[in-house]
């Protein structure tokens, strides 16, 4: 599974746009990965919009994750769900879910990466790296140096998220992450489909460059 692009939806923050038009168009920039995201939204609605979110991300081979809800993730079928520290735990998630299903955890600290990993969690998010408007309840932020400590201490796909864009990508990549995820650097911008497209180009020639060094 590819990690290097996660886009996280928010509809009010892309204007006003669908769910299904904003995964249409990352999808259409380059996104790897599409998690759904909307803490206004019943489950029953979630259900509906991931209904729909499957049906073109399938048609793609894009990894389609729900945020928190496991529930409404295996109601429409995606391919895994994304738990925070305050969810159900990895442990009982995985003696309810299909085999191949994929479970992801945020994670603030070496502690919480560890324990996530081995309680069994597909991939890791470090959240927040950085301060951000979508997380304003966050107090403390993992910074740099603490996804670099949470990448020597887990050997499982690590990604990075919380006021990530264009103007620190370079930074975040370059303490051994597997891919960024993100927010406002795409849905608060005016061209959804271009925004993601440049992070995409952006992250492959970081990783190139990061590869170079390690020669």
Do not use: W
Not at 7 to 25: F, M, N
Not at 40 to 48: D, G, M, P, R
Not at 128 to 139: G, M, N, R, W, Y
Request: charge should be neutral; charged fraction near 25%.
């Amino acid at each position: 599974m590819n990690y290097d692009l996660y886009v996280i939806t928010d509809s009010p923050l892309a204007g006003g746009r669908s769910h299904d038009e904003i995964v249409k168009l990352t999808i259409e920039g380059g996104a790897d990965v599409i998690q759904l995201r909307d803490k206004a939204c019943s489950s029953t609605e979630l259900v509906e919009i991931g209904n729909r979110i499957r049906k073109i991300a399938r048609k793609t081979g894009t990894t389609f994750i729900v945020n928190d809800h496991l529930n409404v993730a295996l109601a429409c079928d995606a391919d895994g769900v994304h738990l925070g520290q305050g969810d159900l735990s990895v442990r009982r998630a995985r003696k309810i879910v299909p085999k191949d299903f994929i479970i992801g955890v945020s994670v603030g600290s070496v502690s919480e990466a560890l324990k996530a990993f081995n309680d069994g969690a597909d991939y890791i998010a470090a959240s927040p790296v950085f301060p951000t408007e979508q997380k304003k309840e966050a107090i403390t932020f993992c910074g740099l140096e603490g996804v670099r400590q949470i990448r020597v201490a887990v050997d499982i796909p690590l990604v990075a998220i919380g006021g990530i864009g264009l103007h620190n990508i370079r930074d975040v990549l370059m303490t051994g992450v597997d891919g960024v995820a993100v927010i406002s650097a795409v849905m608060a911008q005016p061209d959804i489909s271009s925004a993601t497209r440049e992070l995409k180009q952006r992250i492959r020639e970081i990783k190139i460059e990061r590869l170079a060094q390690l020669r």
